[in-house]
């Protein structure tokens, strides 16, 4: 194994702790985790509750800015003072 070069005009460097697992492919652990926590039914409906009302307030959003960003069909289209010589 190749020992680092310390920084020119500096200190020399500490080896990595752990360096063994930065240099290999993959790191593969013989412990398994423990199974997740089942979410309850308070949880999940409470989840399905905030996404309802945010999915809800983003169409209302929508629905009263429409007015807003439509044009109307029968006016006439502005022309400033300006482009008539004014």
């Known amino acids: 194994m190749l020992r680092p070069q ?18 290999a492919d993959r790191f593969r652990s013989n412990v398994t ?3 997740r926590r089942r979410a309850s039914f308070g949880e999940m409906a409470g989840r399905w509750l905030l996404g309802l009302t945010i999915v809800a307030g983003l169409i209302g959003a929508l629905v009263l800015a429409m007015p807003a960003l439509s044009t109307p069909a029968d006016a006439p289209a502005q022309q400033s003072q300006a482009s008539q010589g004014h």
Do not use: D, I
């Open 33 to 35: 985790p423990p199974p």
């Open 6 to 23: 310390p920084p020119s005009g500096g200190t020399p460097r500490e080896p990595v702790p752990f360096a063994f697992l930065a240099e």
